[in-house]
């Protein structure tokens, strides 16, 4: 959610992003919608509005993450958190072959399928921007 976020704030996400969703690393420029603020920690889970909490995330996958910061994996009952860019570097959990994102951690996977990153319409898309030379 990205409700009240002061624009100073806002600015400073997008610039720290490189204007790049740090979920799903599209780039804003290739998308038709304005990119959002999200709380890594939700608020809900009483996530803070500072930058060490803040991420810059494509309209999909902020909607898709909502409030949530995890899952549980593999029939288990083991809770798994989602991928935090401050803490995380991107590459450690993700790897991208042919369009699609795959992860190489729970931590990976659990985002993967709580922001619904291998959706067609999102792999498709993907496929244009490999194709194109603007992804990863
Ligand atoms: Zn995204």
Same mark, same amino acid.
């Given at each position: 959610?990205?409700?009240?976020?002061? $624009?100073?704030?806002?600015? +400073?996400? *997008?610039?720290?992003? =490189? !204007?790049?969703?740090?979920?799903?690393?599209?780039?804003?420029?290739?998308?038709?919608?304005?990119?959002?603020?999200?709380?890594?920690?939700?608020?809900?889970?009483?996530?803070?509005?500072?930058? $060490?909490?803040?991420?810059? +995330?494509? *309209?999909?996958?902020? =909607? !898709?993450?909502?409030?949530?910061?995890?899952?549980?994996?593999?029939?288990?009952?083991?809770?798994?958190?989602?991928?935090?860019?401050?803490?995380?570097?991107?590459?450690?959990?993700?790897?991208?072959?042919?369009?699609?994102?795959?992860?190489?951690?729970?931590? =990976?996977?659990?985002?993967?399928?709580?922001?619904?990153?291998?959706?067609?319409?999102?792999?498709?898309?993907?496929?244009?921007?490999?194709?194109?030379?603007?992804?990863?």
């Amino acid at each position: 959610m990205s409700r009240n976020i002061p $624009e100073v704030i806002r600015k +400073a996400v *997008a610039e720290r992003s =490189g !204007n790049r969703c740090e979920y799903c690393r599209r780039l804003e420029g290739d998308s038709f919608i304005k990119f959002q603020v999200d709380h890594i920690i939700s608020r809900k889970h009483r996530g803070q509005t500072v930058l $060490e909490n803040l991420a810059y +995330a494509c *309209a999909i996958c902020n =909607g !898709n993450k909502g409030s949530d910061i995890g899952t549980i994996l593999h029939n288990t009952d083991v809770f798994t958190r989602l991928f935090n860019p401050r803490k995380d570097d991107w590459f450690d959990h993700f790897e991208v072959t042919e369009g699609l994102i795959y992860s190489k951690t729970d931590i =990976g996977e659990a985002t993967i399928l709580v922001l619904n990153l291998n959706e067609v319409n999102r792999i498709l898309e993907r496929l244009d921007l490999i194709e194109a030379g603007l992804f990863p």
